[in-house]
């Protein structure tokens, strides 16, 4: 198939979509059926009973029978007023951000007994001139997207209202057309999602490579003709003989972060590294854009950071995200260690932090903090679990030894995932784009 223009095209007369072909209409989505907001219920209402088609199904597209993993305990009324149906489209009503606002998945199968989040908008087809498998790449087109990105409003949260969805201009080209739109656009975001899943098998068998590389290393050491002995720690197995096993209170000073997010008049402004600056980043240091809050003095001289401190997420949402390490490569000046973490400064003649870092990282040493998590909505790790870890010691030099290496052979492969990654993110883009330009009308397909 090759790409051509359509014959003739008209002003479409709504800003975001420009021209269009002639012959296609435009109408506003509430000419074409209705939109209701999903159930809200307590905690209790969930974790059994029939599918429950939550916030993250529309966001990630998972809406099919097979992938619904969460179920709510509904009744018969709650599954007549709040069905799925084939031919119905979703939308995510509400988030943290603007950018998650708006992400939609289309029904392509009914899906019995089920009901769907209230952080969700379905809109239900009144008419036939919308084809379900046109529908599934029209809505989630990325020029929709930009629509509601910059039309929302945000006060503590992001919100989509039914107002403003009503008002969504969606193009309709004739059944016929549809209907090729959808087939071709089928066949080739088909052929780009393979490339885009072979990339991802490639980088993901290279993480599996940096995983295992940090944690033979760490356990085991450089030299693999040394005698080994026993840890005394069931999930870390042997050590070289001639290394120390210690607690890992009497390597470091470890601080739990009490700062918050919050700003008050009387206390000095200060810049926060918090979760999410350690759970997305190996490396802590001034080219991260850190938020701005305030604390006191004892504060600032507790949880300041220093080069070679160690921050791990201490809470999370899951025992997986437990742990989670990140580096300081550098002092920075007024950024202190932030809420949810914990923070380790170690006793630099027995314990070098880069060696520390790469401990956290390695599945063996790590174990103990995923089975100590603890909680009921939340995980989190208490001080004697962290305090009191048993720590594999070589002699010091070995350490700064073992943590070079590893910087240059995880460097080499971090290289070769951001190149991976780079290409996926190329395909993805060109994904949109060829949904957007034939959705729309500016290439045709012959």
């Not at 008209?10 to 435009?26: A, N, Q």
Request: aromatic share 10%; charged share 25%; net charge neutral.
């Amino acid at each position: 198939m090759s790409f051509v223009r359509y014959e003739a095209y008209k002003d479409s007369e709504v800003e975001w979509l420009g021209e269009v072909p002639e012959r296609w209409k435009i109408i506003r989505l509430k000419d074409l059926g209705f939109l209701q907001n999903g159930i809200s219920k307590g905690g209790d209402y969930f974790g059994f009973g029939f599918p429950f088609i939550s916030y993250g199904n529309v966001y990630n597209n998972t809406i099919s029978p097979e992938k619904i993993k969460t179920y709510a305990n509904s009744t018969l009324e709650d599954q007549q007023a709040y069905s799925c149906k084939k031919g119905d489209i979703f939308f995510t009503r509400t988030s943290e951000t603007i950018e998650e606002i708006g992400f939609s998945a289309t029904c392509l199968k009914t899906i019995y007994k089920s009901v769907f989040s209230g952080f969700v908008i379905r809109f239900r087809p009144t008419t036939k001139e919308l084809a379900v498998e046109f529908s599934k790449f029209y809505f989630s087109a990325n020029i929709l997207r930009d629509f509601f990105s910059k039309q929302v409003a945000i006060v503590t949260r992001a919100s989509l209202s039914q107002g403003l969805l009503n008002q969504l201009s969606v193009i309709l080209p004739s059944l016929v057309e549809q209907a090729a739109i959808a087939a071709f656009l089928d066949t080739r975001t088909a052929q780009i999602d393979r490339q885009i899943d072979l990339l991802s098998q490639k980088a993901a068998q290279y993480g599996k490579l940096k995983k295992s590389l940090i944690n033979e290393t760490v356990t085991c050491g450089l030299d693999k003709s040394v005698p080994m002995k026993d840890s005394g720690v069931e999930w870390i197995g042997e050590v070289p003989a001639h290394w120390d096993m210690k607690r890992l209170k009497e390597l470091s000073d470890i601080q739990n972060s009490i700062v918050d997010k919050k700003s008050h008049e009387h206390e000095t402004p200060v810049q926060l590294c918090n979760y999410v600056d350690v759970y997305k980043n190996e490396f802590i240091n001034a080219s991260l854009d850190f938020m701005w809050a305030t604390a006191d003095k004892s504060e600032i001289k507790r949880f300041c950071v220093r080069k070679h401190d160690v921050f791990i997420t201490k809470d999370s949402e899951t025992c997986d995200d437990i742990a989670i390490p990140a580096l300081a490569t550098e002092s920075l000046e007024n950024v202190l260690c932030g809420y949810h973490l914990a923070r380790f400064r170690t006793n630099e003649k027995l314990l070098f932090g880069a060696y520390l870092f790469r401990l956290f990282q390695s599945k063996d040493y790590g174990f103990r903090f995923v089975i100590a998590a603890k909680g009921i909505t939340r995980v989190g790790l208490g001080q004697s679990a962290i305090a009191d870890s048993a720590t594999p010691v070589p002699p010091l030099q070995e350490q700064i030894a073992i943590a070079a290496y590893l910087d240059s052979k995880t460097a080499q492969i971090d290289s070769i995932v951001a190149t991976i990654t780079s290409q996926i993110d190329k395909l993805k883009e060109l994904r949109k784009t060829l949904i957007n330009d034939v959705v729309t009308g500016k290439i045709r397909v012959a």
